[in-house]
């Protein structure tokens, strides 16, 4: 018997990703331009999400990714399966961002086999990273779909904390007493086209 389709496709979107990220890299070895740009422009954000939910500040976790990057260029040629290319940026990150850490604390660093017990608690997998990055990708299309004043009023909302409504009223050109019942139909519309989306509802 068949499945919810909904629920069929995310894994197979899934499935497709990683699939096409092992032939960029694959592509990378082989020099072909851009293909190790394509990999960074995309993966950038799961590896800035995992350095950050170790601790870390934003320019600490900036050279964490960095760093990581440079790892992935020193062993282009050497990561046996380009398919778990995600895990192995991950752990790669998690691992720099462990050293990092600890270094800020003038602690001994420890060799690499020291970090594999250590805990994890909080830390997302590979697979939720992903599930996580598809997720947030869905919801700024979702918000790009929406009329222009929506979108604008939603990112003003997502990125301000606690934003006063006379700077979201000079900012859009909006009068003040209109932005909560503008802000309610906003989030309606966008409620609407997420749950059309099987990205954000599977």
């Excluded at 740009?37 to 939910?53: G, S």
């Excluded at 990057?69 to 998690?94: K, M, N, Y």
């Amino acid at each position: 018997m068949a499945g919810d389709p909904a629920l069929e496709r995310a894994p197979t979107a899934r499935t497709q990703r990683r699939e096409r990220l092992a032939g960029l890299l694959l592509e990378a070895r082989q020099g072909r331009p851009g293909a190790l740009d394509a990999i960074v422009a995309e993966l950038t954000p799961v590896l800035w999400h995992t350095a950050r939910n170790q601790g870390l500040s934003s320019q600490a976790a900036e050279d964490v990714i960095q760093t990581t990057w440079l790892i992935l260029l020193r062993r282009l040629d050497t990561i046996s399966a380009p398919g778990a290319l995600i895990e192995w940026l991950v752990t790669t990150a998690r691992r720099e961002a462990w050293r990092v850490s600890a270094a800020s604390r003038k602690d001994d660093l420890p060799g690499d086999d020291a970090f594999e017990d250590l805990p994890e608690d909080g830390a997302l997998t590979p697979d939720e990273l992903l599930v996580d990055d598809e997720r947030r990708r869905a919801l700024w299309h979702a918000v790009e779909s929406l009329p222009k004043r929506c979108a604008e009023l939603l990112r003003i909302i997502a990125f301000v904390p606690r934003p006063h409504y006379d700077a979201v009223a000079a900012a859009l050109d909006m009068p003040m007493g209109s932005i909560g019942p503008t802000r309610g139909r906003c989030f309606a519309k966008l409620r609407l086209v997420l749950a059309k989306d099987p990205d954000w509802s599977s």
